[in-house]
Each structure stands twice: as structure tokens, then as C-alpha cells.
């Protein structure tokens, strides 16, 4: 059963940064792909940014590019996010995803896609 367990949430002013953790652990197979989706209060899951394992392709949503970076250990099975320049838009629960086996495709943010979700992590950016 693949776990995933989500840390670093908190809150920041505009401008600040935080760097959210995703653990993962279950996989029985070296590819995946795995990142972040968030949701805010009254507004549909969005993608945020995905990794695929075995290669270390990113993808990343328009509105964070440039301000977001996604990385992996993967001798620690775990995948960050590294978000700087935050802005109040960027307030909601933050979820690590992943599927497995499998690499991130340019569908990568359609929730749907993705069978392990962990439990969320909140951040909130004040102005």
C-alpha cells in the first residue's frame, strides 16, 4: 500500500517561501509520478507541479512557474516543493499525489490520474 505522508505547510507573508516534503513509501516499482495539487476553499483541485521518478521530467502549472520548483531523493523516496516569491493566490491545502508504475504525461493535471493521494498540508500567504 503506497503512503504518502506531506510536511512544511505553514504560513508566510507575501513575498516569503516554504519548502513542503512528501514521504512516500509502498512502491513497488522505481517509476512514478509524483508532486502536488491544491485546493482552495470553494475551488476545484489544481494541478501545481509533477516529477516523474525515473527520468526527473517536471512539469509545472502556468501560475507558479518561475516561482515553484519541484525536486526528488530518491534514495529517500521523497519529492519537495520548493515555493518562493508566494502570493496570497497561492493560499489552500497542499496535496502530495503519485501513481505507480508510471511516468508524468502532458495530462499530468488531471486529478483523476492519480491513485495515491496523501493527507494535505496547508498553506496560507497573507498580504
Known amino acids: 500500500q503506497v503512503q504518502l505522508v506531506e510536511s512544511g505547510g505553514g504560513s508566510v507573508q507575501t513575498g516569503g517561501s516554504l519548502r513542503l516534503s512528501c514521504e512516500a513509501s509502498?512502491?513497488?516499482?522505481?517509476?512514478?509520478?509524483v508532486g502536488w495539487f491544491r485546493q482552495a476553499p470553494g475551488k476545484e483541485r489544481e494541478g501545481v507541479a509533477v516529477i516523474s521518478t525515473g527520468g526527473g521530467r517536471t512539469y509545472y502549472a502556468d501560475s507558479v512557474k518561475g516561482r515553484f520548483t519541484i525536486s526528488q531523493d530518491n534514495a529517500k523516496n521523497a519529492v519537495y516543493l520548493q515555493m518562493s516569491s508566494l502570493k496570497p493566490e497561492d493560499t489552500a491545502m497542499y496535496y502530495c499525489?503519485?501513481?505507480?508504475?508510471?511516468?508524468?504525461?502532458?495530462?499530468?493535471?488531471?486529478?483523476?490520474?492519480?491513485?495515491?493521494w496523501g493527507q494535505g498540508t496547508q498553506v496560507t500567504v497573507s498580504s
Open positions: 509502498g512502491y513497488t516499482d522505481s517509476s512514478a509520478c
Open positions: 499525489v503519485a501513481r505507480s508504475p508510471s511516468m508524468c504525461s502532458f495530462t499530468w493535471y488531471v486529478p483523476q490520474r492519480f491513485d495515491y
